[in-house]
């Protein structure tokens, strides 16, 4: 974008996330065409900080594309200069990372399905780590030990077995 806002560059990437050709985007105002009312704001002072020279590393926006689909956008901004280092307007590079969200998204239920399950099995469940500390306790490992998950949590499983089976364990 220029210093007031208008867009002066558009690849075809950002043609392509957005909906919007070079032509159709050359000389808009950048905040108030493309970004949604909610961000506007936001996606401003990040504009506004890289006129005045401080970027902006992984900022994150939705983007809605022409036919309204949202796309999660990573953002870096910094100030565009000229050779004697006034400041010309703002570079912008974006990067789609809409499946990554939705990737993340998926594997966070995934996991919170696999902790449920772990949970509520009915048979006793404990993890331990390369030091043989406990990092998971079910509710039928204490049910059946006796010990509560806060009571074993970090502690060496091997104080939480008898002693005839030590050796094996």
Same mark, same amino acid.
Request: charged content about 25%; proline content about 2%; hydrophobic content about 40%.
């Given at each position: 974008?220029?210093?007031? @806002?208008? =867009?002066? %560059?558009?690849? @075809?990437?950002?043609?392509?996330?957005?909906?919007?050709?070079?032509?159709?985007?050359?000389?808009?105002?950048?905040?108030?065409?493309?970004?949604?009312?909610?961000?506007?704001?936001?996606?401003?002072?990040?504009?506004?900080?890289?006129?005045?020279?401080?970027? !902006?590393?992984?900022?994150?926006?939705?983007?809605?594309?022409?036919?309204?689909?949202?796309? %999660?956008?990573? #953002?870096?901004? !910094?100030?565009?200069?000229?050779?004697?280092?006034?400041?010309?307007? =703002?570079?912008?590079?974006?990067?789609?990372? !809409?499946?990554?969200?939705? =990737?993340?998204?998926?594997?966070?239920?995934?996991? %919170?399905?696999?902790?449920?399950?772990?949970?509520?099995?009915?048979?006793?469940?404990?993890?331990?780590?390369?030091?043989?500390?406990?990092?998971?306790?079910?509710?039928?490992?204490?049910? #059946?030990?006796?010990?509560?998950?806060?009571?074993?949590?970090?502690?060496? #499983?091997?104080?939480?077995?008898?002693?005839?089976?030590?050796? %094996?364990?």
């Amino acid at each position: 974008i220029d210093t007031v @806002g208008l =867009v002066v %560059e558009w690849n @075809g990437k950002a043609a392509q996330i957005s909906g919007w050709s070079k032509e159709e985007s050359l000389g808009k105002p950048l905040v108030e065409t493309f970004i949604s009312e909610s961000y506007r704001g936001e996606v401003f002072r990040v504009l506004k900080d890289a006129l005045q020279g401080n970027d !902006t590393a992984n900022f994150e926006f939705p983007l809605f594309s022409r036919d309204g689909l949202r796309r %999660e956008i990573l #953002l870096n901004a !910094t100030a565009r200069k000229e050779k004697d280092g006034k400041i010309t307007g =703002v570079i912008g590079v974006g990067q789609d990372i !809409t499946q990554l969200r939705q =990737v993340l998204a998926v594997q966070q239920q995934v996991a %919170e399905d696999l902790q449920r399950f772990i949970e509520t099995a009915n048979a006793p469940i404990f993890g331990v780590n390369r030091d043989g500390q406990v990092t998971e306790w079910n509710c039928m490992a204490a049910q #059946l030990s006796g010990f509560s998950k806060q009571d074993t949590m970090g502690q060496l #499983l091997k104080d939480f077995i008898t002693d005839d089976y030590k050796d %094996e364990v």
